[in-house]
């Protein structure tokens, strides 16, 4: 859709190569426990056997606390010493998997945020597609390239019938935003087009100077927001890659784990929501949250990233195309 994502889109192969290996998921260790105990001969869960399953990557407190909270939540109920069945909240959750729209799966941790509605056909009533409710916004649509009438919503299903009007050339409708911009693929973008690695260039513009430092997204609103104390700056269309400075910067402070950490720790609400921390990341006791999403930022590469900036005027002929980068 735009000289951007074009760029995204042919720096792709090339980030594949370079993305980190994730760490674990805490919220895994949620999925599983109601996995195992719908699973389970008994409907019982031992605490021995659960720690054996996640050796390496939990620890018996974290795994403690997180049964815990289960149990405070209602997920959880003590039968006896070290043992567990499913509370009310877990069994009505059990109940529900059979639901198409059930909004936690036992069999998996991944996040699903689209709301879909079901397409029914108007004379044989059966359910021929589902599909994104801002379909709802529109008299017609296309189906496996037939123009059907949306006939009626009945607060469950759009109903449509055949398209008996002239033919119609629709225009393409784009069904998501753009994704979250990975730190890796914003540092590819920029050697893409023939910047050394570290470089920030800076553009003069009418309304002061436009600061480009392919950090990504989550990374990019870090920054900001620590600039935000003792610089004016300003967000842009695409702050994932470039913020506006009131005043030419001479240099970038410099951060240390400790500053980073504290930032996140204290702001970690809001990076739950950029970061792909599961489904059920939620339900985990709040400290363990926390630091779940200090683990996921990866501060040291955070810093290590913020410290090799080196503040460049940006090359006359890659002005036109930086700036296309921000429509």
């Not at 149990?71 to 009505?92: D, F, I, P, Q, T």
């Not at 050697?191 to 260039?201: E, Y």
């Not at 997204?217 to 695409?238: C, K, M, P, R, W």
Request: charged share 20%.
């Amino acid at each position: 859709r735009t000289p951007l994502e074009q760029a995204m889109f042919e720096s792709l192969p090339n980030t594949a190569m370079r993305s980190p290996v994730p760490f674990f998921l805490p919220s895994v260790a949620v999925q599983q426990i109601f996995s195992l105990l719908k699973q389970s001969p008994n409907a019982a869960l031992r605490f021995n056997p659960l720690c054996e399953l996640f050796d390496g990557c939990l620890s018996v407190a974290d795994l403690r606390s997180i049964v815990g909270e289960l149990e405070v939540k209602g997920y959880l109920k003590s039968s006896r010493m070290s043992e567990w069945r499913a509370g009310e909240r877990l069994n009505r959750l059990i109940d529900i998997q059979a639901v198409e729209q059930t909004p936690l799966s036992l069999y998996s941790n991944i996040q699903n945020s689209s709301e879909q509605m079901k397409i029914r056909d108007q004379l044989s009533q059966r359910v021929v597609a589902n599909v994104d409710r801002q379909w709802f916004q529109r008299d017609m649509l296309t189906l496996e390239g037939r123009p059907l009438n949306v006939t009626w919503y009945d607060g469950e299903a759009l109903w449509v019938s055949p398209y008996r009007g002239k033919n119609l050339i629709n225009p393409l409708r784009y069904l998501s935003r753009r994704q979250v911009l990975s730190y890796e693929l914003a540092q590819q973008l920029s050697v893409q087009i023939g910047l050394l690695s570290g470089t920030a260039p800076l553009i003069q513009s009418n309304d002061g100077w436009l600061f480009f430092h392919w950090l990504g997204d989550i990374y990019g609103h870090a920054l900001f927001e620590l600039l935000g104390y003792t610089l004016a700056v300003e967000e842009t269309t695409q702050s994932g890659l470039c913020f506006l400075l009131h005043d030419e910067p001479r240099a970038l402070s410099t951060y240390t784990s400790e500053q980073i950490t504290r930032h996140i720790l204290d702001h970690y609400r809001h990076y739950e929501t950029m970061l792909s921390l599961g489904a059920y990341h939620h339900l985990l006791p709040i400290e363990l949250r926390r630091r779940t999403v200090v683990e996921q930022f990866n501060v040291p590469r955070f810093v290590d990233g913020v410290k090799r900036l080196r503040l460049e005027h940006a090359p006359e002929v890659l002005t036109d195309t930086l700036q296309s980068y921000l429509h």
